[in-house]
């Protein structure tokens, strides 16, 4: 009994064997599996291009610890100054031009809308630009920041205290090693503002905060005026993608529209038309962390060109249901059209990165 399986071990490993080498043949030399399969990678124009960045790069990993979710690394590339936090090889926060455009909007964008922000909760640490900008705004009381793995707030909170505002040293600030999910459900506390801002859909679980289900459960925990602030990777989607998660929302919520920051997507959905006031815009300006934030944010860090740009998201609110007209797909639990759909877009990044809003 023993030998036979010897021999269907043997079997099986001659036959993978196999099929790598005709691999080499299908896919060109050496095959595209033994590097198309890492995130970065499926990036790159060519191999030369992926061991290029992967390997010559003057890069040093400074920090780097195995956990119940993974690999959490923090990257420091000495050519650009720039630290990278990376969770199981893809970076999901960094202090470069791009990310902190967006990571900054992220924070800012829903509290410039809400006058008076009390409460905040934050879903999804990253490193912690997000908090940071929340945490300028003198009117919040109570910040309330939800991260699955520990090993991210250990990361953040050391090699990041001095590119994100110090964004956990605040009495103000509660971190909750949980699953955003289930303490959305379980949290006995209402907020102002719901900042969504979890991985990439699609990684495991993520999904489940995209779905109706999941906004039926944020409503549940905004107070009335709330506004519930969703972040969406717009590389990764296609423009059906962007509807799906729009037509979700709508669904729960009058008003819904976003703003897109490069490639990336900022969704605002409130029961109230989310009006900008420019005294309260041009006050927030007078706080000198905002005013610096706001310099790095916009091309010009003036009330009238902040308001400008609020006033003017990829489809004005009242057009929101023209745009989806026709439309009639939503994420649900059972259904996670997301989370399937971008998966299958990294593997078509480039004419993803083009057909995205």
């Known amino acids: 009994m023993a030998g036979s399986r010897a021999r269907l071990h043997y079997a099986l490993g001659a036959g993978l064997a196999g099929v790598f080498l005709a691999g080499g043949y299908l896919f060109g030399n050496p095959p595209s599996l033994n590097w198309g399969v890492y995130y970065g990678g499926i990036r790159k124009a060519s191999l030369e291009e992926f061991k290029y960045n992967k390997y010559y790069m003057e890069r040093d990993i400074i920090y780097s610890r195995h956990g119940h979710y993974g690999l959490v690394s923090v990257r420091h590339d000495k050519l ?23 990571q900054l909007l992220i924070g ?11 409460r905040v909760l ?8 997000t908090v940071g900008a929340i945490k300028a705004h003198p ?22 205290r001095e590119v994100n505002n110090d964004a956990l040293n605040d009495p103000r600030i509660s971190v909750h090693i949980h699953d955003g999910r289930h303490f959305i459900k379980t949290t006995p506390h209402k907020y102002d503002i719901i900042v969504s801002e979890p991985p990439n859909i699609w990684v495991s679980g993520v999904s489940m905060l995209f779905t109706r289900e999941f906004y039926k459960l944020a409503d549940e925990r905004l107070k009335k005026g709330g506004l519930l602030f969703q972040w969406a990777p717009g590389y990764e989607m296609s423009t059906e993608d962007m509807k799906l998660i729009v037509k979700t929302l709508r669904e729960r919520f009058e008003y819904v529209s976003y703003w897109v920051e490069g490639f990336d997507v900022a969704i605002i959905a409130s029961h109230e038309y989310p009006a900008v006031d420019p005294a309260y815009i041009e006050s927030l300006l007078a706080i000198p962390r905002i005013k610096y934030d706001a310099e790095n944010l916009f091309d010009k860090a ?54 995205s809003l």
């Open 108 to 118: 800012h964008l829903p509290l410039f809308l809400h006058k008076n922000p009390e």
């Open 139 to 160: 009117q919040v009381k109570h910040i309330d920041v939800v991260e699955i793995d520990p090993l991210v707030v250990e990361a953040t909170g050391t090699h990041f």
């Open 302 to 355: 003036t009330p009238d060109f902040i308001v400008s740009y609020i006033q003017t998201p990829v489809v004005p609110f009242g057009m929101i249901d023209y745009h989806l007209r026709d439309f009639n797909l939503v994420n649900t639990d059972n259904l996670p059209y997301l989370e399937f759909n971008t998966a299958r877009n990294m593997f078509n990044f480039q004419k993803t990165m083009k057909e």
């Open 80 to 102: 650009q100054n720039e630290l990278q936090l990376i969770n199981n090889g893809k970076v999901d926060a960094s202090n470069n031009i791009i990310d902190t455009h967006t």
């Open 122 to 129: 934050n879903i999804g640490l990253g490193g912690g630009f």
